[in-house]
Every structure is written in structure tokens, then in C-alpha cells.
């Protein structure tokens, strides 16, 4: 009898002589055997890669996924054949890899963790104190609990609603900072369910085709508008007892900005000219040129250089001339500024220097002659600086501070008095920020205007400034604008006014094409004493109505009272306007 030597387990085994039968059934056992051990491998090896790209991952969710995987590729079949049981185990390994996107090759599945951790790394590099929604049905949102949106609150009571059995297949999705903008690195496609941000019927949201769309300049963008119209007002000259009359109105704008990865420039030039058929003021021409260049330096810190020129003319009835003046004089403003910014904290601060030159035209006089108006040149030194503190989302409160001098190119004006002077302004104040809602900001100060003369009053009082923008419904706004300015005075004795004004303006786009605005408004002046000189209200409304991209159809209805003291200075106007507009 021959025998069979087996080694198992260092024992020897004495077989006896097996036919052939037997030992084809040995044979077709240890391969099975063989196969059962490689397929447990290869399941082993799979899951050993998952756990690799699953370990970035929120380990709630690959506790699940492990344990589903688990439940339907190790747990063993009865199978008859050596055929169907592979079929069986790889089956579920095919499916489970189309549903999670993985691919088999073993670089794919190193490249595709390598993503994913960078991916989540980016999000979990966030500051503590701001959450983190990590959930395959919400959206991410690393924005402060006091600053989320109703959007991040229905997320996350979305997310709070899942059961936490059985998870869903959904692919992971894309780290996402706030709600609005996408600061992190999308690296995987997300299709995820999301609470409504209302309820009720959806509305999409179009864009106005109406609204202008520029054209491009190389690598800037640039806007033009053309304004025409013609008015009939029930007083020309805005004096008692002023005659009516036709005003033809031609108004010019042109816009231009830079579409630069870093810093920006834009150019911004207006004109207007306006005749008056039947009036003293037959022609009043105006016209502004303005360049602004914004630097952004390392640090959040930005550096802005303005520069500009401004014309426009005085009005022969004005009391800063003191003669009969047959034409209206021009009066030139050259501006030019250079501020630096540093944000990216609560607090940030702003440092701005300024010069401005004014040039006063001469006058002619209605007898002949020439009035001279050089005593009244001059250059206005300011610097100021701010500090502002976010205190939150909303709210971001300001002090301001300016000091500054003025300084005449005559030492002494026609009445031999010395008008330099040195200025100092401070104010404290608040920048709204509630998204459409409202925003703006609003303020409060007081300045001084100290001359150097002993025989001028210091001009000085309080002073506001501010702009607040509100919505209360869709397509509304509610303009409200405020300001105190100081004006100068050539009368002897006389130190100048202080002017406030306010306005008010409603706006409604009843559709893409037609607009509709109310505007209501006064200005108050008042000498060193507050005493009231002037009180200016107007009132109007005016329309637009597009045609297409480029023409519109314009008109309004205008309404200015004027009380005064003086008796030549009271007078009222009902003005109607009609006209087009063009632009590009």
C-alpha cells in the first residue's frame, strides 16, 4: 500500500492510497480552499483602502458606511461552485464602488484621498468659535452663530432631522465658507437637499435687461449715458418775480473701471449744459472729471489716490457777489487725496491726507468793467483719520477726526480782512450692515472754522452726515440722505453759513421697464448765530420708462419754495420735464 505523506501543522499524517475520485475531490477542495482565502484577502485589502479615504470623513458617517459594507461583502454565502462564489463576493464590490464613485485602481483611490483631505482639512483649519455643519445633506457654514441667515438655520435643522439609522448614499459635498461666497477649493462635484428659503412657490430671480451692460475697452469696463429733455418752469431765475420759460437740459456720463485680478483704477466724467431762453442766465455749462487708483498691499492693508477737476458757475443773483453781474462766472475745483486702509480685523483704521484748490473767474459787471474775484483763491489742507470697530454682523461704530487750514492767495480780501483760517471737525458715528434691508452709515459732530481775523466770528456748529438705503418690500427702496456743510462769505464782517440739507427718496421698479420715484427735500441756512436765513423745500416726481437696452423715455414734475427775510430772495417754481435717455 502506498502511502501519502501530509504536512500539517509539523505532524505527519499517514493517508491511505486514495483513487482517483478521491483525489480529484482533494484537489478541487484545496483550490476552493485557496480561492476562499484570496477573495477574503482582496475584501480585506479594499476595506483597508476605504477606511484610508473614509478617515477624513465625519466618523459618524464611516461608522455607517463600514457597517453597511461590512454587512454586505464579509458575510459569507453558501455557494455550490467556485464560479457563482466569486460572482457573489465582487458583486456588492461593484456596486458599492458605482454608488461611492470610487474607482479600482489603487492611484486613483490615493489620489482621490489626497483630495478629499485637503478638501476637509481647509474646513476644519476654521476657527473654533465658528461652528462647522458637517453633514452630507446640508450645506457647510463657518459663519459666527450671530451672523448666520435663515438659510444656515433651515440647513441646520435639516441636518438635526435625519435619523442617524441607516445613511444615506449622498456624495460628500463641497466645503463651503458662508451661503454667498465660496472661499474654499471645490474639489467634488455636491448634489445636495437643502431646506426652502421660504415657503411657498419658488420665484426666480431674473435680471433686469433693461439695466446697462457696458462694453469693453481692453481690460476695462466702461458705461456711457446721454440725457436729453426739455422742461417749462414758472420761473426762470429761482428770484421774486421771475419770469417763466423753456430750459433745454443736455447731461453726458461716462464710467470706466479696471477688470484687474489686483488693485483697481476707474475714470469717471460728467457734463451737463443748460439754456434758458428768455433769462439772464441764458447758458450754464458744468463739467467733472474724477480718476481713482486703489493699491491692495499685503496685510489687508489698501492705499486709494483720488484726483479730480470740477467746473460750474455762480448765479448772478448770488450774495457772494457784490456787484451787478451781467454772466455767470466760472468757478474751477481741483481735488487731489491719498489715503491708506487696514482691515481684516474688529478694528480697522483709515489715514487720509487732502488739497483742494479753488479758482474763482472774474466777473463782468452789467455797466461795464470787470470785477476781480482773486481774493477769493484759494488751498484747503486736511488730514483725517478713523477708527472703526465691528462689534458684529450689523453694526460697526466710528470716530472721526479732521484737522485742517485754509489759506487765501491774498492775505487780505477787497473789505482788508484776513480770511485764513484752520478748521477742526470730529464726529462719531455708525455703519449699518443688514444686507438689503438697510444699510448705511449715520453721524454726528461738531467743527470750528477759526479765521484769523479778530473781527470774523469763528463759523462752528453741529454737524451731521449720513445715507441709509431701506428696503421694505421687493423692488422698493427708501433713500435717506443728510449733511452740513460750511460756506464762505465775501461780505465785510460776514464769517459765512452753515448749511443743512436733508432728502427723501422713494423708489419702486413696478417692472424691468418702467421706474418710479418720489423725492421730498429742505435746506436750511443759518448764520454764526443760527439765526435762519434761507429754508428751501422742493418736492417732485419723475419717471422712466425703457424701451429697450438703450432708450428710455423720461419725465418728471418738479416743485421748490424758498423763504427768506429778504424779499427778493422768496419765490416759488412748478417746473415739468420731458425727455429721453441713451446709453450703453
Same mark, same amino acid.
Not at 182 to 193: D, H, P, V
Not at 404 to 410: T, V
Not at 523 to 541: E, M
Given at each position: 500500500?502506498?502511502?501519502?505523506?501530509?504536512?500539517?501543522?509539523?505532524?505527519?499524517?499517514?493517508?491511505?492510497?486514495?483513487?482517483?475520485?478521491?483525489?480529484?475531490?482533494?484537489?478541487?477542495?484545496?483550490?476552493?480552499?485557496?480561492?476562499?482565502?484570496?477573495?477574503?484577502?482582496?475584501?480585506?485589502?479594499?476595506?483597508?483602502?476605504?477606511?484610508?479615504?473614509?478617515?477624513?470623513?465625519?466618523?459618524?458617517?464611516?461608522?455607517?458606511?463600514?457597517?453597511?459594507?461590512?454587512?454586505?461583502?464579509?458575510?459569507?454565502?453558501?455557494?455550490?461552485?467556485?464560479?457563482?462564489?466569486?460572482?457573489?463576493?465582487?458583486?456588492?464590490?461593484?456596486?458599492?464602488?458605482?454608488?461611492?464613485?470610487?474607482?479600482?485602481?489603487?492611484?486613483?483611490?490615493?489620489?482621490?484621498?489626497?483630495?478629499?483631505?485637503?478638501?476637509?482639512?481647509?474646513?476644519?483649519?476654521?476657527?473654533?468659535?465658528?461652528?462647522?455643519?458637517?453633514?452630507?445633506?446640508?450645506?457647510?457654514?463657518?459663519?459666527?452663530?450671530?451672523?448666520?441667515?435663515?438659510?444656515?438655520?433651515?440647513?441646520?435643522?435639516?441636518?438635526?432631522?435625519?435619523?442617524?439609522?441607516?445613511?444615506?448614499?449622498?456624495?460628500?459635498?463641497?466645503?463651503?465658507?458662508?451661503?454667498?461666497?465660496?472661499?474654499?477649493?471645490?474639489?467634488?462635484?455636491?448634489?445636495?437637499?437643502?431646506?426652502?428659503?421660504?415657503?411657498?412657490?419658488?420665484?426666480?430671480?431674473?435680471?433686469?435687461?433693461?439695466?446697462?451692460?457696458?462694453?469693453?475697452?481692453?481690460?476695462?469696463?466702461?458705461?456711457?449715458?446721454?440725457?436729453?429733455?426739455?422742461?417749462?418752469? /414758472?420761473?426762470? *431765475?429761482?428770484?421774486?418775480?421771475?419770469? +417763466? %420759460?423753456?430750459? &433745454? #437740459?443736455? @447731461?453726458?456720463?461716462? =464710467?470706466?473701471?479696471?477688470?484687474?485680478?489686483?488693485?483697481?483704477?476707474?475714470?469717471?466724467?460728467?457734463?451737463?449744459?443748460?439754456?434758458?431762453?428768455?433769462?439772464?442766465?441764458?447758458?450754464?455749462?458744468?463739467?467733472?472729471?474724477?480718476?481713482?487708483?486703489?493699491?491692495?498691499?499685503?496685510?489687508?492693508?489698501?492705499?486709494?489716490?483720488?484726483?479730480?477737476?470740477?467746473?460750474?458757475?455762480?448765479?448772478?443773483?448770488?450774495?457772494?457777489?457784490?456787484?451787478?453781474?451781467?454772466?455767470?462766472?466760472?468757478?474751477?475745483?481741483?481735488?487731489?487725496?491719498?489715503?491708506?486702509?487696514?482691515?481684516?480685523?474688529?478694528?480697522?483704521?483709515?489715514?487720509?491726507?487732502?488739497?483742494?484748490? /479753488?479758482?474763482? *473767474?472774474?466777473?463782468?459787471?452789467?455797466? +461795464? %468793467?470787470?470785477? &476781480? #474775484?482773486? @481774493?477769493?483763491?484759494? =488751498?484747503?489742507?486736511?488730514?483725517?483719520?478713523?477708527?472703526?470697530?465691528?462689534?458684529?454682523?450689523?453694526?460697526?461704530?466710528?470716530?472721526?477726526?479732521?484737522?485742517?487750514?485754509?489759506?487765501?492767495?491774498?492775505?487780505?480780501?477787497?473789505?482788508?480782512?484776513?480770511?485764513?483760517?484752520?478748521?477742526?471737525?470730529?464726529?462719531?458715528?455708525?455703519?449699518?450692515?443688514?444686507?438689503?434691508?438697510?444699510?448705511?452709515?449715520?453721524?454726528?459732530?461738531?467743527?470750528?472754522?477759526?479765521?484769523?481775523?479778530?473781527?470774523?466770528?469763528?463759523?462752528?456748529?453741529?454737524?451731521?452726515?449720513?445715507?441709509?438705503?431701506?428696503?421694505?418690500?421687493?423692488?422698493?427702496?427708501?433713500?435717506?440722505?443728510?449733511?452740513?456743510?460750511?460756506?464762505?462769505?465775501?461780505?465785510? %464782517?460776514?464769517?459765512?453759513?452753515?448749511?443743512?440739507?436733508?432728502?427723501?427718496?422713494?423708489?419702486?421698479?413696478?417692472?424691468?421697464?418702467?421706474?418710479?420715484?418720489?423725492?421730498?427735500?429742505?435746506?436750511?441756512?443759518?448764520?454764526?448765530?443760527?439765526?435762519?436765513?434761507?429754508?428751501?423745500?422742493?418736492?417732485?416726481?419723475?419717471?422712466?420708462?425703457?424701451?429697450?437696452?438703450?432708450?428710455?423715455?423720461?419725465?418728471?414734475?418738479?416743485?421748490?419754495?424758498?423763504?427768506?427775510?429778504?424779499?427778493?430772495?422768496?419765490?416759488?417754481?412748478?417746473?415739468?420735464?420731458?425727455?429721453?435717455?441713451?446709453?450703453?
Amino acid at each position: 500500500m502506498r502511502k501519502i505523506m501530509i504536512l500539517e501543522e509539523n505532524n505527519i499524517l499517514t493517508v491511505p492510497n486514495f483513487t482517483a475520485s478521491a483525489r480529484s475531490f482533494l484537489s478541487l477542495t484545496a483550490f476552493t480552499s485557496a480561492l476562499l482565502l484570496s477573495t477574503t484577502v482582496y475584501s480585506q485589502t479594499v476595506i483597508m483602502l476605504e477606511d484610508e479615504l473614509l478617515g477624513s470623513i465625519d466618523p459618524i458617517y464611516r461608522e455607517q458606511v463600514k457597517k453597511e459594507v461590512t454587512d454586505k461583502r464579509i458575510a459569507p454565502k453558501k455557494v455550490v461552485g467556485t464560479k457563482k462564489y466569486k460572482a457573489d463576493v465582487q458583486k456588492p464590490n461593484i456596486e458599492f464602488k458605482k454608488k461611492r464613485g470610487i474607482i479600482r485602481t489603487k492611484e486613483a483611490e490615493i489620489a482621490e484621498t489626497k483630495i478629499a483631505q485637503s478638501s476637509l482639512q481647509a474646513v476644519f483649519s476654521a476657527p473654533i468659535e465658528e461652528e462647522v455643519l458637517l453633514n452630507t445633506r446640508s450645506t457647510f457654514s463657518t459663519a459666527p452663530l450671530a451672523q448666520r441667515t435663515n438659510f444656515d438655520r433651515s440647513a441646520q435643522s435639516l441636518s438635526q432631522a435625519l435619523p442617524q439609522g441607516r445613511a444615506l448614499r449622498d456624495q460628500a459635498a463641497t466645503a463651503v465658507l458662508n451661503d454667498i461666497t465660496t472661499s474654499g477649493i471645490a474639489t467634488r462635484k455636491a448634489n445636495n437637499s437643502v431646506a426652502a428659503l421660504q415657503a411657498g412657490t419658488r420665484r426666480m430671480v431674473r435680471d433686469n435687461p433693461f439695466v446697462a451692460q457696458g462694453f469693453r475697452l481692453g481690460s476695462w469696463l466702461a458705461f456711457s449715458k446721454l440725457r436729453q429733455s426739455v422742461a417749462y418752469t /414758472t420761473n426762470l *431765475d429761482g428770484v421774486a418775480d421771475s419770469d +417763466g %420759460g423753456i430750459i &433745454s #437740459q443736455s @447731461d453726458i456720463e461716462f =464710467n470706466a473701471r479696471s477688470n484687474w485680478s489686483r488693485h483697481q483704477a476707474q475714470i469717471k466724467a460728467s457734463g451737463g449744459f443748460s439754456r434758458n431762453f428768455g433769462s439772464t442766465d441764458a447758458q450754464v455749462p458744468t463739467g467733472n472729471v474724477s480718476t481713482q487708483l486703489r493699491l491692495d498691499f499685503a496685510d489687508d492693508v489698501t492705499g486709494t489716490t483720488d484726483l479730480s477737476y470740477g467746473y460750474t458757475t455762480e448765479a448772478v443773483t448770488s450774495t457772494t457777489l457784490t456787484g451787478s453781474v451781467s454772466e455767470r462766472p466760472g468757478v474751477h475745483t481741483l481735488k487731489g487725496a491719498t489715503s491708506l486702509e487696514k482691515n481684516g480685523t474688529r478694528l480697522s483704521f483709515s489715514l487720509r491726507a487732502s488739497v483742494d484748490r /479753488t479758482i474763482y *473767474d472774474d466777473a463782468k459787471l452789467t455797466g +461795464g %468793467g470787470v470785477l &476781480s #474775484q482773486k @481774493d477769493r483763491n484759494n =488751498n484747503h489742507y486736511q488730514i483725517n483719520a478713523r477708527s472703526t470697530y465691528e462689534t458684529s454682523g450689523a453694526f460697526s461704530p466710528f470716530i472721526e477726526a479732521t484737522i485742517g487750514m485754509r489759506n487765501f492767495d491774498l492775505s487780505k480780501d477787497r473789505n482788508n480782512e484776513d480770511r485764513n483760517s484752520s478748521t477742526y471737525a470730529v464726529s462719531i458715528g455708525t455703519e449699518i450692515d443688514l444686507g438689503e434691508k438697510l444699510n448705511g452709515d449715520v453721524a454726528l459732530g461738531y467743527s470750528v472754522e477759526d479765521f484769523a481775523d479778530d473781527n470774523l466770528k469763528n463759523l462752528e456748529g453741529f454737524t451731521f452726515s449720513g445715507s441709509l438705503a431701506w428696503s421694505p418690500v421687493r423692488e422698493t427702496t427708501v433713500q435717506l440722505n443728510g449733511f452740513t456743510s460750511f460756506n464762505g462769505a465775501t461780505t465785510a %464782517g460776514d464769517s459765512g453759513s452753515i448749511v443743512n440739507s436733508a432728502d427723501l427718496t422713494i423708489s419702486r421698479q413696478f417692472s424691468h421697464r418702467l421706474l418710479l420715484s418720489t423725492t421730498a427735500g429742505v435746506t436750511v441756512t443759518t448764520d454764526t448765530d443760527y439765526k435762519v436765513d434761507t429754508i428751501l423745500w422742493s418736492a417732485g416726481t419723475n419717471f422712466e420708462y425703457s424701451l429697450n437696452n438703450h432708450l428710455a423715455l423720461t419725465g418728471a414734475l418738479e416743485y421748490q419754495q424758498q423763504f427768506s427775510d429778504t424779499k427778493s430772495r422768496s419765490y416759488n417754481a412748478t417746473t415739468i420735464r420731458s425727455g429721453i435717455r441713451l446709453q450703453r
